[in-house]
């Protein structure tokens, strides 16, 4: 909007420094996509395992096979780091304290352990992944889009980039 008077009761915060508002306030919403996909993960992850230990291939559970197991095992250990980066996020927000830099690392670690659970879930399930009634597939879609909303992965590796490492601006 251009030439937008704001009466000066109305003002909220200092003067010239509403971009920058918002920007610090999507920082709450990446630290809540990135936990939100943190749990679709796990949800993967759970499902995967349950489906592996029932699921009775040449007379034993395919959980037996560490082609099957290696790939969940992976993904726990990707959600639960991503955990605790949400984790620490969540706390500099809570302290009042610039978190912009861990909110976006949150968002970009979660969001792809998350879809490589999902993934994982798929392989796991073979083709009985597109059954409607396990849920699988429709996971895959819904975890895929923490990679592009509300934020892409290259604007997070751009903000990464310019604030946390001091590169040059690469837009």
């Known amino acids: 909007m251009d030439g937008l008077e704001v009466p000066a009761e109305n003002l909220i915060g200092e003067e010239g420094k509403g971009f920058r508002y918002v920007l610090d306030g999507m920082n709450a919403e990446r630290i809540l996509i990135a936990t939100e996909a943190v749990g679709d993960g796990r ?16 007379g034993r559970p395919i959980a037996t096979n560490q082609g099957v197991q290696f790939p969940i095992a992976r993904c726990h250990v990707e959600l639960e780091a991503a955990d605790l980066m949400c984790r620490k996020a969540a706390a500099l927000f809570e302290a009042g304290v610039d978190c912009g830099a861990a909110a976006n690392m949150a968002k970009l670690i979660a969001s792809e352990a998350s879809f490589h ?55």
């Not at 009634?133 to 892409?152: C, D, F, V």
């Open 43 to 58: 949800w993967c992850v759970a499902r995967a395992v349950e489906y592996a230990n029932s699921r009775v291939v040449f």
């Open 117 to 171: 659970a999902a993934d994982v879930a798929m392989q796991t399930f073979g083709g009985f992944s597109f059954a409607r009634e396990y849920g699988i597939e429709r996971k895959w879609r819904e975890t895929r889009l923490y990679q592009i909303a509300p934020i892409s992965t290259n604007l997070v590796l751009a903000y990464v980039a310019q604030h946390v490492l001091g590169l040059e601006r690469s837009y």
